[in-house]
C-alpha cells in the first residue's frame, strides 16, 4: 500500500516540483498576491495535469516516439482551454483576474514534465495519482507564498479582513512590498531554504551546484 501511494504523497514534501525540482515557479510570481486567485490557479493546474496526465498514460503505447512531445502539446493544451472555458462559465471575474495565467498552463513545466516522466511509462491509475501529488505539492506552496503576501500586502484573507488597515481606521499599515513581484521569489528563496534545512537530503551536493553553474555560464 505504502509503495502504490508514494506517487501521491512523495511531491508533497519529499519530492516537491516547485521547493525540491524548482519547477513552476512563475506562477508564484503571477497570481499569490490574493489567495482566491492562487486557488483557482492552483485547481486549474491540478485539474489539467490530472486529467492529461490519465488521457496520455491511456494511449501512452499508440504513440509514436517521434512524436510524442507534440502530441502531449496538444492534449494539454486542449485541457487547458477546457479548463479556461469553465471557468470563464461558472467564475468569470477569477478568469479575468487570473486572465492570460490560464492559458500558460500549457507551458509549465511540471504539466509536460509529469507527462513525459511518469504518465508515459505507467498505466492510469498511478499516472493520476502521481499528478495528483504533484498539484499537491504545487498548490501547497503556491497557497502558502499567497498566504503572506496577501495577509502582509492587503491585511486580508480571501478577501476578508483579518488586520483593520489605516486606511480604514485600523492599526495595520500594509507592506507594501509583498504586492510587489520580487517578494515572491524572496519567499519562496526564504520557502526552499526552511525546507532543505528541515530536510538536509533535499540540499544539492556541491559537485551538482558547480555543474549547474557552468551550465549557466
Known amino acids: 500500500m505504502r509503495a502504490a501511494l508514494k506517487p501521491l504523497f512523495d511531491p508533497l514534501l519529499r519530492d516537491n516540483p516547485v521547493t525540491v525540482q524548482i519547477l513552476g515557479i512563475c506562477s508564484a510570481l503571477a497570481v499569490t498576491t490574493s489567495m482566491t486567485t492562487a486557488l483557482t490557479m492552483s ?75 511518469f504518465a508515459m511509462s505507467h498505466p492510469v491509475g498511478p499516472s493520476i495519482l502521481d499528478a495528483l501529488g504533484n498539484g499537491a505539492g504545487y498548490s501547497a ?18 478577501g476578508a479582513t483579518i488586520f483593520p488597515t489605516v486606511a480604514d481606521g485600523g492599526w495595520y499599515q500594509p507592506f507594501g512590498f509583498m504586492l510587489l513581484a520580487p517578494s515572491a521569489f524572496m519567499l519562496l528563496g526564504l520557502l526552499v531554504w526552511a525546507l532543505r534545512s528541515w530536510r538536509s537530503e533535499q540540499v544539492e551536493p556541491a559537485s551538482t551546484r558547480v555543474d549547474r553553474e557552468e551550465a549557466l555560464s
Open 43 to 117: 485547481l486549474a493546474l491540478t485539474a489539467v495535469l490530472v486529467a492529461s496526465s490519465a488521457v496520455i498514460s491511456l494511449i501512452r503505447r499508440h504513440i509514436p516516439a517521434q512524436i510524442r512531445l507534440i502530441l502531449q502539446i496538444t492534449i494539454i493544451a486542449a485541457m487547458v482551454i477546457v479548463a479556461d472555458l469553465i471557468l470563464q462559465a461558472y467564475a468569470y471575474a477569477i478568469s479575468q483576474r487570473l486572465s492570460i495565467f490560464v492559458s500558460l498552463i500549457v507551458t509549465n513545466c511540471i504539466v509536460l514534465g509529469r507527462a513525459e516522466a
Open 141 to 158: 506552496i503556491l497557497m502558502v507564498i499567497a498566504f503572506l503576501r496577501e495577509l502582509l500586502g492587503f491585511g486580508t484573507l480571501f
